[in-house]
């Protein structure tokens, strides 16, 4: 992920260079909460408040006119599940847990409903509508014995063993979308609250997706410790590892794991055009406030 954020730096540069052509530009934060959707889910997810954790965003985004806007965004965010949290006895018997950091890079197409004008350009309020492409990070943890593990190295579900798959890789794609309302406090200075699901393409956030490896196969090619949590229900019993029969399912193979991430939003107008066919706006002490000159 550490090539990620030169990348982001590109992005904005690139953005950079068409700002004369574009109606305004902001800077903004996002600060709110992040939440998983999985295999570990606890059936109440959505108002469970142990799903939610802190996030933040940095965002950069043009305003191309009252109606369409695209932004660069750098999003961090903290992903947990546990199977304690369930009503259900086989999931509280499977005994799995997790957590994980995502580190988000995203560009994003934004949709003004009622058209927006930060910087005196417009409609002052305005719900929206946003979507795109983003890659993020991830890195699976669990606690056992009173350690945090790295789950994707260890292969609990055979992964690198022959005649299973290749080991999940920790960096993905996703598809960003959600819904928000903004409001213009004055020239400068907007405010809103905005909440968005990510669609994703890999089942592995939670580390756990497909079948049990028998518990033999795990330890003598993956080594103890993955043995250990591939299968972690005679440990919930106080037994000896327990060994399911061949196929059974640790979890859905059949559904992608998804995640959210949302919260309050304050961005700061360093560009507005009001030239061409824009009415000229508002004045702060004679000055209009526009594009800045060097």
Do not use: H
Not at 36 to 55: H, I, R, V
Not at 183 to 209: C, H, P
């Amino acid at each position: 992920m550490r090539r990620v954020i030169p990348i982001f730096i590109m992005v904005l540069t690139l953005f950079s260079t068409g700002l004369g052509a574009q109606r305004s530009a902001e800077l903004g934060v996002v600060i709110g909460a992040s939440s998983y959707y999985g295999d570990l889910s606890p059936e109440n997810a959505s108002t469970n408040t142990s799903q939610y954790q802190p996030s933040f965003s940095f965002f950069y985004r043009q305003n191309l006119n009252n109606t369409f806007g695209f932004r660069a965004n750098l999003g961090y965010g903290r992903l947990t599940g546990d199977d304690s949290l369930s009503d259900q006895v086989f999931r509280q018997e499977r005994n799995f847990n997790f957590n994980s950091s995502v580190l988000e890079l995203g560009l994003i197409g934004e949709v003004n409903l009622f058209g927006f004008g930060p910087g005196g350009n417009g409609p002052r309020f305005s719900p929206y509508l946003f979507g795109g492409v983003a890659v993020f990070r991830f890195n699976p943890l669990t606690e056992y014995q009173g350690q945090t593990v790295e789950l994707q190295p260890l292969g609990t579900e055979g992964q690198g063993i022959d005649g299973f798959g290749a080991p999940y890789r920790l960096t993905q794609i996703s598809i960003p979308f959600g819904a928000g309302i903004k409001y213009a406090i004055n020239d400068r200075i907007n405010i809103g609250l905005e909440v968005g699901l990510r669609k994703t393409f890999t089942d592995y956030l939670d580390d756990v997706s497909g079948a049990y490896v028998p518990f033999d196969v795990l330890r003598s090619n993956n080594g103890e410790l993955a043995a250990a949590l591939g299968n972690r229900t005679g440990e919930f019993l106080g037994t000896e590892p327990v060994d399911t029969e061949e196929g059974a399912l640790r979890g859905n193979p059949n559904r992608d794991d998804w995640y959210m991430m949302g919260g309050f939003t304050i961005t700061y107008t360093i560009f507005s055009d009001r030239g061409g066919s824009s009415k000229v706006g508002r004045r702060r002490g004679g000055k209009q406030f526009g594009c800045p000159t060097f």
